[in-house]
């Protein structure tokens, strides 16, 4: 996955479910802890919605 993608994942996830952000992030690597791959991808996009989500509108 890309650096852009994760930033367009998790500006989606964020747009898709506001407060419930970190619920649906952690549903989600409940359903992929085997597949190394997607749980790091998964780490990424958190780590994403974190910064987008810290981020100080211009």
């Known amino acids: 996955m ?32 085997g597949d190394h791959v997607a749980v790091e991808d998964w780490r990424r996009i958190a780590a994403a919605v974190d910064a987008i989500s810290d981020a100080t509108p211009q």
């Not at 619920?23 to 992929?32: A, C, H, K, M, P």
């Open 2 to 33: 890309t650096d852009r993608e994760v930033m367009m994942k998790a500006a989606n996830i964020l747009a898709e479910h506001g407060a419930l952000t970190s619920d649906y992030i952690i549903e989600q690597l409940g359903d992929v802890l």
